[in-house]
């Protein structure tokens, strides 16, 4: 079970060892970075690392980790994961077995139903493109009565995402361990739209 605390961002940005990370990283590596926006908050994707010639920039799940190998300015964190290990450990989840239990889990048509603006959650996508990959963090109220999980749809007009395959969560919102951005009232520059 993923845990909340994989949330958490250093005080201060580490420029340099974020630099040497993309510096060294390779391309389809498994990685796991953490953004911060004011418009999505703070969320984690676990996934395979691409290199783009087109932006000429390492990218996960459509997101760009660089601009000319220096470090995008929402990254937060960026770390290579042994795939070996990332099998062997689901994460350590600060909640009792109890708790655990009593979360939802599983299927997107049953669980994406009970969510609202600040649950945290995990949910695995798949596309094409990018692969699968997990996003973490806080779901983010959009327009049309729909859910943001940074810039990937959780649910849009009410019906789950397309390309969203399995959620956890992680914790309500009412449990308060997460600063939760502001629902969106109206799309600009970084809707995400196109990724229904």
Same mark, same amino acid.
């Given at each position: 079970?993923?845990?909340?605390?994989?949330?958490?961002?250093?005080?201060?940005?580490?420029?340099?060892?974020?630099?040497?990370?993309?510096?060294?990283?390779?391309?389809?590596?498994?990685?796991?970075?953490?953004?911060?926006?004011?418009?999505?908050?703070?969320?984690?994707?676990?996934?395979?690392?691409?290199?783009?010639?087109?932006?000429?920039?390492?990218?996960?799940?459509?997101?760009? !980790?660089?601009?000319?190998?220096?470090?995008?300015?929402?990254?937060?964190?960026?770390?290579?994961?042994?795939?070996?290990?990332?099998?062997?450990?689901?994460?350590?989840?600060?909640?009792?077995?109890?708790?655990?239990?009593?979360?939802?889990?599983?299927?997107?048509?049953?669980?994406?139903?009970?969510?609202?603006?600040?649950?945290?959650?995990?949910?695995?996508?798949?596309?094409?493109?990018?692969?699968?990959?997990?996003?973490?963090?806080?779901?983010?109220?959009?327009?049309?009565?729909? !859910?943001?999980?940074?810039?990937?749809?959780?649910?849009?007009?009410?019906?789950?995402?397309?390309? !969203?395959?399995?959620?956890?969560?992680?914790?309500?919102?009412?449990?308060?361990?997460?600063?939760?951005?502001?629902?969106?009232?109206?799309?600009?520059?970084?809707?995400?739209?196109?990724? !229904?």
């Amino acid at each position: 079970m993923p845990s909340i605390s994989e949330l958490t961002i250093p005080s201060k940005r580490n420029v340099k060892g974020l630099t040497a990370t993309i510096a060294e990283l390779k391309s389809g590596e498994l990685v796991r970075a953490v953004f911060s926006t004011p418009r999505y908050g703070v969320v984690s994707i676990e996934g395979r690392a691409h290199f783009s010639k087109t932006t000429n920039s390492f990218m996960i799940a459509g997101r760009a !980790l660089d601009a000319n190998l220096k470090p995008d300015k929402s990254l937060q964190l960026l770390e290579v994961i042994d795939p070996q290990a990332a099998l062997a450990d689901d994460g350590v989840a600060a909640l009792s077995d109890e708790e655990v239990a009593a979360l939802p889990s599983g299927d997107p048509a049953d669980v994406v139903p009970t969510l609202q603006h600040g649950d945290v959650i995990a949910a695995r996508y798949f596309e094409l493109a990018y692969g699968a990959f997990t996003v973490m963090g806080a779901c983010v109220a959009a327009p049309g009565a729909s !859910l943001m999980l940074g810039t990937w749809f959780v649910s849009r007009d009410g019906v789950p995402a397309s390309r !969203l395959n399995h959620v956890d969560v992680v914790a309500r919102a009412a449990d308060g361990e997460l600063r939760i951005p502001a629902a969106i009232s109206s799309w600009g520059d970084e809707s995400g739209s196109d990724e !229904l």
